[in-house]
Nanobody
Framework: QVQLVESGGGLVQAGGSLRLSCVAS????????IGWFRQAPGKEREFVAV????????RYAGSVKGRFTISRDNAKNTVYLQMNSLKPEDTAIYYC????????????????WGQGTQVTVSS
């Protein structure tokens, strides 16, 4: 199993940018697909983006496509989420999660989760 730690959250004005990082422990990081999810107060956890083990395959939620970019550096055991043109509705706790095999956009498919990092976008 892999342990995950997110960082990079904060307070930003609408239209601004943030880059989240997800650092993993473990030698087998490169065999995991990594996803980003978010949860706003009173709402269910929702899929944001996912990247396969090689970095060659990605998928995005419609609400962030064209604004967010997921990438990974397996040499650094790190996955990034570059968030541009942020909107107040992007405000949430952002979690990264790991799964073996083909990537998914379903939270139940991910076996390891980080503790989350808060992103707040002011209008």
């Amino acid at each position: 199993q892999v342990q995950l730690v997110e960082s990079g959250g904060g307070l930003v004005q609408a239209g601004g940018s943030l880059r989240l990082s997800c650092v993993a422990s473990g030698r087998t990081f490169s065999s995991y697909a990594i996803g980003w999810f978010r949860q706003a107060p009173g709402k269910e956890r929702e899929f944001v983006a996912v990247i396969d083990w090689s970095g060659g395959g990605t998928r995005y939620a419609g609400s962030v496509k064209g604004r967010f970019t997921i990438s990974r550096d397996n040499a650094k055991n790190t996955v990034y989420l570059q968030m541009n043109s942020l909107k107040p509705e992007d405000t949430a706790i952002y979690y990264c999660a790991a799964m073996r095999g083909m990537y998914s956009n379903t939270p139940a498919d991910f076996g390891s989760w980080g503790q989350g990092t808060q992103v707040t976008v002011s209008s």
